[in-house]
């Protein structure tokens, strides 16, 4: 079991700076998305970050940067040796991939008929993804696995709808009819 | 239920040309393939066959083309109003889709850790899918669900080497196995 850190959900997101040790220690998840500036120029440190961090959340083209790796799977596995305990690649409409050392997940966007503006679909991603865990007992795969499902729909409603005019007229209600929708589009 | 053909898989895929009327009726079940070229070379034929078609196969790029629409869910529903009872549409290392004018399908690629060439991958994925409802006595939605798995595990082996050395090598068993990982892989 990868994942060591469970009970009430107290986890935090971070960027690459300003992360100290006892942050670190008082958490018990801590949830990283970097991007392609600190890949290129504060590489080293990052790689100290990864080693601290139990999850991290990127973009294909960043896990590409991150790893010289073309392909995604293999990257997620490369990212794995790095130090977190799993990985998120973000693939935009492509949807998105989770990795642990032992586990592999693979997710389609949410079928969205009208895009107005894709802008912060990724981020509503890993919003919606942190905003479920925190609500759960658990960060085991099953639940990160779940927990990227819900952000897959938290973006599908990001990007209905300029600024955040869609997710504000979301509802619980509205999220989940859409997550059995998508549980239903890929069932076969 | 818009796929009204039933029975012994009797099927067909045809290209565009060399179709007639007789052979469209003596079959149970006919798709076609299309490519880029006879849509922009005999687009006002092609139109004339999708009205005769059960099903069509082809990728985002030629669904793009056929149908003047970014979204390849609404291509797809484009397609639908153009005549075929279900259109599938394939995204290569992005998985596939499938539209009837009441379902809707999306199925990500087999998490391939090892591309050793994608030429072949698209028809490989049309010929398992044909195989596989070849060998079965339904032409319902779910069905074509299945066969749509089926035609990624297959495709999943001929990028696995070059030519058909990684088909050849695939038993009936490695298929199986592989349409397991595949659902274990998407399950949440």
Redesign the interface.
Same mark, same amino acid.
């Given at each position: 079991m990868p994942l060591a850190f469970r009970g009430r959900g107290n986890l935090r997101g971070c960027g690459i700076t300003g992360l100290t040790a006892p942050l670190l220690a008082a958490s018990q998840l801590v949830v990283a998305d970097t991007m392609n500036l600190w890949i290129q120029t504060e590489r080293q440190e990052l790689c100290k970050l990864l080693k601290m961090i139990d999850g991290l959340v990127l973009n294909d083209g960043e896990a590409r940067l991150l790893t010289e790796r073309e +392909?995604l799977?293999?990257a997620a %596995?490369e990212i794995i040796k790095m130090g977190p305990k799993f990985v998120a690649i973000k !693939?935009g409409e492509?949807?998105s991939?989770m990795c642990t050392e032992d586990e592999?997940?693979?997710? &389609? =966007?949410y &079928? =969205?008929?009208?895009?107005i503006d894709p802008t912060g679909a990724g981020d509503s991603f890993a919003g919606g993804m942190m905003g479920y865990l925190a609500t759960h007992h658990s960060f085991s795969p =099953?639940t990160i !696995?779940?927990a #990227? /499902?819900f952000g897959t729909v938290v973006a599908s409603f990001t990007i209905s709808d300029f600024s955040l005019a869609g997710l504000q007229k979301a509802t619980r209600a509205d999220i989940d009819a859409r997550i059995a929708k998508l %549980?239903e /589009? #890929? +069932?076969?």
């Open positions: +392909n799977i293999v %596995r !693939k492509h949807g991939l592999l997940f693979v997710l &389609p =966007a &079928p =969205a008929e009208q895009v =099953a !696995k779940k #990227m /499902a %549980r /589009a #890929m +069932n076969f």
